[in-house]
Structures are given as C-alpha cells and as structure tokens.
C-alpha cells in the first residue's frame, strides 16, 4: 500500500496569514501516460464528512474559494491556505488513488492561533 | 442536489452483523461508482469498500476482505455494506460517497452512519 504522510500533524496560524500543509507519498503517484498526479485534499470540519478540495493534485472542486490552492508532483505535494478565515478551521487530508486500496494522510488539524 | 444518506448502523456484537444502506438521490446513480469509508472515534480516514457503476467489479480492504460486502440495486438507488464477522476494530463511522467520473476519487459523502461493535 502507498504511505501517506502529512506534516505538520497540527498547525496553529493567525486570521489572515498563510497555512502551508505538505503530503508525503511513499511512491510517485504520477501516472506517466497521462502525467496526471493521483492526488486529492479533503477538509473535515468537526461532525462533518469530508469535503472534496483538489483532485488531480491542483484541480479546484467547484465552490472551494480561491484563497485556497494545491501543488506538487511525483511524491511531494502542499496545500495552502493564502489567507486564513475563521471557517477554514479544520482536518485536512491528502489521499492517493493511484493504486488500490486508496489512502489518505492522516490528516492535520489547523487551528487559529 | 447531490444527497447520499446512510442507515443501518448501531451496535453489534463481536462475531455478528449488520447492513448499511446509502440511498443516493440527485445525480444519475448509473453513472458514478460508489464507495465506503469508515473513521474510526477520533481518528483518521480508511477507505474500506467500492463499487464499479456497472456493478460488475469490487474491491476491498485487506481488513475486511472476506467479511464484508458491498452492492447496490439500482431500483432503489441504494448500496449496501453487509459486514459479517464485525470485531470491535470495525467500530467507526461509515460514510458512503459517490467517486468521480473523471477521476477515481471520491466528490460527494453522506452524513455517516455510526457502528459500534462492543459485547
């Protein structure tokens, strides 16, 4: 199975500034033959399911603003958060679907500090 | 509106059973495989099951191969999760999600249904 990893495990960022979450996979997750990356961000907020963000490792899902943006390519990929809200308090998640079984980080939790 | 709502969970036994149901409504269910995932009290995501749209493929997490099952009726745009053999490992929440048609990740989840397996 691929190994996500995600750091930091927990962050703490004033309103306003930036929120940099970083995912780890243990293989590429780059498909050569169509150079797509397998990748996609989730954020969970407390008693909720989670909410697709990025899929293809930077395709915004619809509605997700734009203060939020996603890179990265092979094994290496980051979340940002350009401007921190109050409402983006959360769980964030990367997840691999490259291969089966599908897996995910295990999640960083950004608070308001 | 896209709206997945799960039922069926509750508390089980160790070594015994129980159905989970999804009924999708909003979106053409014959076009979107369908999958499982479950998160464990105060822990991370684990995807457990999915199903092709056509129905004609499964697949399975090596932890509950063998014990769980998953389908859907496409007459009531349903799926199913039939876990047998329940340990207390399973307990969690389980949210049912349609997978993207584009790509092979999952866009929209239910609300959760919550499985407790304890004697």
């Known amino acids: 199975d691929i190994v996500m990893t995600q750091s930091p495990d927990s962050l703490a960022v004033s309103l306003g500034e930036r929120a940099t979450i970083n995912c780890k996979s243990s293989?590429?997750?780059?498909?050569?033959?169509?150079?797509?990356?397998?990748l996609a961000w989730y954020q969970q907020k407390p008693g909720q399911p989670p909410k697709l963000l990025f899929y293809?490792?930077?395709t915004r899902e619809s509605g997700v603003p734009d203060r939020f943006s996603a890179s990265g390519s092979g094994t290496d990929f980051t979340l940002t958060i350009s401007s921190l809200q109050a409402e983006d308090v959360a769980v964030y998640y990367c997840?691999?679907?490259?291969?089966?079984?599908?897996?995910f980080g295990q999640g960083t939790k950004l608070e308001i500090k | 509106e896209v709206q997945l709502v799960e039922s069926g969970g509750g508390l089980a036994q160790p070594g015994g059973s129980l159905r989970l149901s999804c009924t999708a409504s909003?979106?053409?269910?014959?076009?979107?495989?369908m999958t499982w995932v479950r998160q464990a009290p105060g822990k991370g995501l684990q995807w457990v099951s999915a199903?092709?749209?056509?129905?004609?493929?499964?697949y399975y997490a090596d932890s509950v191969k063998g014990r769980f099952t998953i389908s859907r009726d496409y007459s009531k745009n349903t799926v199913y999760l039939q876990m047998n053999s329940l340990r207390a490992e399973d307990t969690a929440v389980y949210y049912c999600?349609?997978?993207?048609?584009?790509?092979?990740?999952?866009?929209?989840w239910g609300q959760g249904t919550l499985v407790t397996v304890s004697s």
């Open positions: 293809w490792a930077s």
């Open positions: 199903i092709s749209n056509t129905g004609s493929s499964t």
């Open positions: 293989q590429s997750v780059l498909y050569s033959s169509n150079n797509k990356n397998y």
């Open positions: 997840q691999q679907y490259y291969n089966t079984p599908p897996t």
């Open positions: 999600a349609r997978v993207l048609t584009t790509a092979n990740t999952p866009d929209y």
């Open positions: 909003g979106f053409t269910f014959t076009t979107h495989a």
